[in-house]
């Protein structure tokens, strides 16, 4: 499988930014999903995660109310919806495939990650 994660740029505190990661190749619609980042100087962080079939989400507690992930199974595509964005969630954004049906925020838990989509939020 192949993941193009998307959407990522440039934006003013406050503003909002949707990501989008689509799956090409040997896709299931089994498998949780999730979104990760790395932020300069820090290491990769767990973001959100939904379940195989969306109705199961978590996120991290600096995103809670702020970031909504959601799929579109027949798509093969997983949105991250980003509002009220801040200078600290400026990072390089990774979208990954869940090993299982459910989400971890472990890193390894995940066995194809896309190539990243740079996200900038300036102050």
């Known amino acids: 499988v192949q993941l193009q994660a998307s959407g990522g740029g440039s934006v003013q505190a406050g503003g909002s930014l949707r990501l989008a990661c689509a799956a090409s190749?040997?896709?299931?619609?089994?498998?949780?999903m999730g979104w990760f980042r790395r932020a300069p100087g820090k290491e990769r962080e767990f973001v959100a995660g939904i379940s195989w079939n969306g109705g199961n989400t978590f996120y991290t507690e600096s995103v809670k109310g702020r970031f909504t992930i959601s799929r579109d199974r027949d798509r093969n595509t997983v949105f991250l919806q980003m509002n009220s964005l801040t200078p600290e969630d400026t990072a390089v954004y990774y979208c990954?495939?869940?090993?299982?049906?459910?989400?971890?925020?472990?890193?390894?838990?995940?066995?194809?990650w896309g190539q990243g989509t740079l996200v900038t939020v300036s102050s």
């Open positions: 990954a495939r869940g090993i299982g049906s459910y989400p971890a925020r472990e890193g390894n838990r995940y066995d194809a």
């Open positions: 190749g040997r896709t299931s619609s089994n498998n949780g």
